[in-house]
């Protein structure tokens, strides 16, 4: 026997498990190739795909885009219970390391739990005493807004 072909075989089988290993927590799904994923989704009609995948696995599966698992909600009812009746525990965003080393874990975009709590409910205070929500910073705008109308017309006539 060739031992590329046994290593390659070896490398194989160990993907294989080291993905099947990790699946118990992920809902059901088709079974992933170790490096492309799903190869089985149509990359011009995903959509398509994805729904022909919840007729068979039903409203809640995992797909594999590449290595990395995607859980697919697919139907209004399944995402009304994740995002309304089961909010609380899908409110985390996902992990981007570059961001957060960009970043160093500051900032409301990309960031989660506490932190995000904290930095949300000083911006949303700090926007208020502002004036954002009051009817008086809709007047202020509109007052710039002419005046910013009037300055560009002066240029272009002169």
Not at 115 to 126: A, G, N, Q, V, Y
Not at 132 to 146: F, L, P, T, Y
Request: with cysteine.
């Amino acid at each position: 026997v060739d031992p590329a072909v046994l290593c390659l075989s070896c490398l194989l089988l160990l993907s294989l498990w080291k993905q099947s290993s990790g699946k118990g927590q992920l809902p059901p799904g088709p079974t992933p190739l170790p490096i492309p994923g799903n190869i089985i989704l149509d990359v011009k009609d995903i959509g398509k795909s994805l729904i022909n995948l919840s007729k068979v696995y039903g409203p809640v599966f995992t797909v594999y885009f590449g290595m990395k698992p995607t859980v697919v909600l697919h139907g209004y009812e399944a995402v009304k219970e994740a995002l309304i009746d089961l909010g609380e525990e899908f409110s985390r965003r996902g992990s981007v390391p570059m961001l957060e080393r960009a970043t160093k874990g500051h900032g409301i975009m990309f960031n989660n739990g506490k932190i995000w709590e904290e930095t949300r409910r000083f911006s949303l205070m700090t926007l208020r005493n502002f004036g954002m929500g009051k009817r008086s910073i809709e007047d202020r705008v509109q007052e710039e807004a002419h005046c910013l109308v009037e300055e560009l017309r002066k240029t272009n006539s002169g």
